[in-house]
T-cell receptor
Framework: GQQVMQIPQYQHVQEGEDFTTYCNSSTTLSNIQWYKQRPGGHPVFLIQLVKSGEVKKQKRLTFQFGEAKKDSSLHITATQTTDVGTYFCAARPLDSNYQLIWGAGTKLIIKP | DAGVIQSPRHEVTEMGQEVTLRCKPISGHDYLFWYRQTMMRGLELLIY????????DSGMPEDRFSAKMPNASFSTLKIQPSEPRDSAVYFC???????????FGSGTRLTVV
């Protein structure tokens, strides 16, 4: 079946360092969504990217959608303790009937 | 809006017992999704509804699982009989259209002993 690869699985950073997670699909996507899940919490919708090459920013978060609409990234500048959690991409293939294909998530851990 | 409301938050039951999980979606959201999350398998879509009608239940693991949506404001996921491998966090999510972001409930943590 269709899969979305998300890397890395974990990323340990010092507070103030940057964080990036990547998602890659073998097939062209209609759109891709990003969610954040705090420890013990539920996924929270962050953003949806639809257009080829699209770049969107939310404060310190920058989201990109690849030109071929097969890959996406989330970059956090100058991480803070409030950024801790797992970040998931959720991709919708072109032939999807509204189903999302979820990445495995990248866990952001702030080193003490 | 209170968001998507799930109950109970935690459920501990013995193997073989029936378990019913409940969900109230956001008013006006036409799509409702049931997900299961485990460390090993991540987020798995079990079933989703559009306008109270089940559209795709291919993710329901076995006949022991069933889901209903009798009206636009209520859905249930039932497991009968429950087994230890059903232990997971079950999330309900809703969306105004199928193509936009989902709002998840707080989840039900199910433990079957």
């Amino acid at each position: 079946g269709q899969q979305v690869m998300q890397i890395p699985q974990y990323q340990h950073v010092q507070e103030g360092e940057d964080f990036t997670t990547y998602c890659n699909s073998s097939t062209t996507l209609s759109n891709i969504q990003w969610y954040k899940q705090r420890p013990g919490g539920h996924p929270v919708f962050l953003i949806q990217l639809v257009k080829s090459g699209e770049v969107k920013k939310q404060k310190r978060l920058t989201f990109q959608f690849g030109e071929a609409k097969k890959d996406s990234s989330l970059h956090i500048t100058a991480t803070q303790t409030t950024d801790v959690g797992t970040y998931f991409c959720a991709a919708r293939p072109l032939d999807s009937n509204y189903q999302l294909i979820w990445g495995a998530g990248t866990k952001l851990i702030i080193k003490p | 809006d209170a968001g998507v409301i799930q109950s109970p938050r935690h459920e501990v039951t013995e193997m073989g017992q029936e378990v019913t999980l409940r969900c109230k979606p956001i008013s006006g959201h036409d799509y409702l999704f049931w997900y299961r999350q485990t460390m090993m398998r991540g987020l798995e879509l079990l079933i989703y509804f559009n306008n109270n009608v089940p559209i795709d239940d291919s993710g329901m693991p076995e006949d022991r699982f069933s889901a209903k949506m009798p009206n636009a404001s209520f859905s249930t996921l039932k497991i009968q009989p429950s087994e230890p491998r059903d232990s997971a966090v079950y999330f309900c999510a809703s969306s105004p259209t199928g193509s936009y972001g989902y709002t998840f409930g707080s989840g039900t943590r199910l433990t079957v002993v």
